[in-house]
């Protein structure tokens, strides 16, 4: 019998359920809240300034690459990843099923390394972090609990 392990994801929290006899049990919960803070909570300071080129010699805000909770959703993912590859490398799970929000369903799965995603069977692109085990398990074509 497979040991089946399912990520339901979004940017702030990171539910890992496992699938026995077709029944889903809550086996973790990650939490990130600084995903969900406002842009102005994470950045300190203001971004620097440039001289334009032109002979006017004007001056302009310098844009950044990313937002600040751009750059905190993305470590979120990396971390979610790296336990993930963890628990793959200690033989905790055979099998992966991941169900995320659209976007930060394709992070997550960038930062799997390739041992980790060559054991995921499933993508599902849908926001279900915050919903009860009833609503995954109809995702997932399993029987009401």
Not at 129 to 134: C, E, N, V
């Amino acid at each position: 019998m497979s040991n089946t392990w399912i990520v339901v994801a979004d940017s702030t929290r990171a539910r890992i359920l496992t699938l026995e006899h077709r029944t889903l049990s809550e086996r973790e919960d990650l939490v990130h809240p600084a995903s969900r803070a406002a842009e102005h909570d994470l950045v300190s300071d203001r971004g620097g300034r440039s001289f334009d080129s032109s002979r006017e010699g004007g001056r302009h805000a310098l844009e950044p690459q990313h937002t600040a909770k751009q750059v905190e959703v993305d470590a979120f993912a990396r971390e979610v990843a790296q336990r993930l590859d963890r628990a793959r490398a200690e033989r905790e799970f055979d099998e992966l099923i991941l169900i995320a929000a659209p976007q930060f369903l394709g992070q997550l799965s960038a930062h799997l390394d390739e041992a980790t995603r060559r054991l995921v069977t499933r993508r599902i692109d849908k926001n279900l972090a915050r919903h009860g085990l009833d609503d995954i398990g109809g995702a997932l074509g399993l029987p009401r609990q």
